[in-house]
């Protein structure tokens, strides 16, 4: 499974973007990122993934770098809601999902 | 979209009793299912993979025998923590990945919603 780095905690105010990296400098050539979220007290929900070419949908947007050594979760405008733990996940489909430390998120009114 | 129904959501049972947690998908089929387990302020950890019709394959460390796995259909997996005690006490999670490609809107995986487990 490939390793992934990602800030303990991050910090932002409501209403503006938010930018969450992760290093995943071993992944494979086949392995998609997967970004996923935990709210408190709640099994992790899907936020967005991709393989190569920046990826949009309604709840984010995914940027990979070129060499995809690394990508970056951005939320446009941080709401309340969006106050949980993101972990971003090398993986290729049909292999179990092995969960790093994420990013805890707090966001401030 | 996919959903992953799970319940218990929460439960309080007395030690040395057992504990039955089902996750069934609701509008997918699931060869494979995980079973995770999850301490406060840590992160989840893969306890076991079942598959459909076969035995569960379980993480290093996790007891098969204190865990009991079924994955009778495609819909449907089940923990049972058996003789529960109260380091057993923590949340549980399930999650399904759909059979084929195709069948699943994102190619991930869907999660249920946690079963929290307290052994008094």
């Known amino acids: 499974d490939a390793k992934t780095t990602q800030p303990n905690s991050m910090e932002s105010n409501e209403e503006e973007p938010v930018h969450l990296p992760c290093n995943h400098s071993?992944?494979?050539?086949?392995?998609?990122i997967h970004w996923y979220r935990q709210l408190p007290s709640q099994g992790p929900e899907y936020v967005i993934h991709?393989?190569?070419s920046n990826v949009n949908n309604r709840m984010a947007s995914l940027a990979i770098a070129e060499d995809r050594k690394s990508s970056t979760l951005i939320l446009h405008r941080a709401t309340l809601r969006d106050a949980a733990v993101y972990y971003c996940?090398?993986?290729?489909?049909?292999?179990?999902?092995?969960f790093g430390a994420g990013t805890r998120l707090f966001v401030k009114a | 979209g996919a959903v992953v129904s799970q319940h218990p959501s929460r439960v309080i049972c007395k030690s040395g009793t057992s504990v039955k947690i089902e996750c069934r998908s609701l509008?997918?089929?699931?060869?494979?299912m995980f079973w995770y387990r999850q301490f406060p302020k840590q992160s989840l950890m893969l306890m076991a993979t079942?598959?459909?019709?076969?035995?569960?394959?379980?993480e290093q460390g996790v007891e098969k025998d204190k865990f009991l796995i079924n994955h009778a259909s495609l819909t449907l997996s089940t923990l049972t923590v058996t003789s529960a005690h109260p380091e057993d006490s923590s949340f549980y999670i399930c999650s399904a990945r759909a059979i084929t490609k195709g069948a699943h809107p994102n190619y991930g995986y869907t999660f249920g919603s946690g079963t929290r487990l307290t052994v008094v």
């Open positions: 509008d997918f089929q699931a060869t494979t």
């Open positions: 996940i090398p993986n290729t489909g049909g292999f179990k999902t092995i």
């Open positions: 071993t992944i494979s050539g086949t392995d998609y």
């Open positions: 079942s598959n459909e019709g076969s035995k569960a394959t379980y």
């Open positions: 991709g393989l190569t």
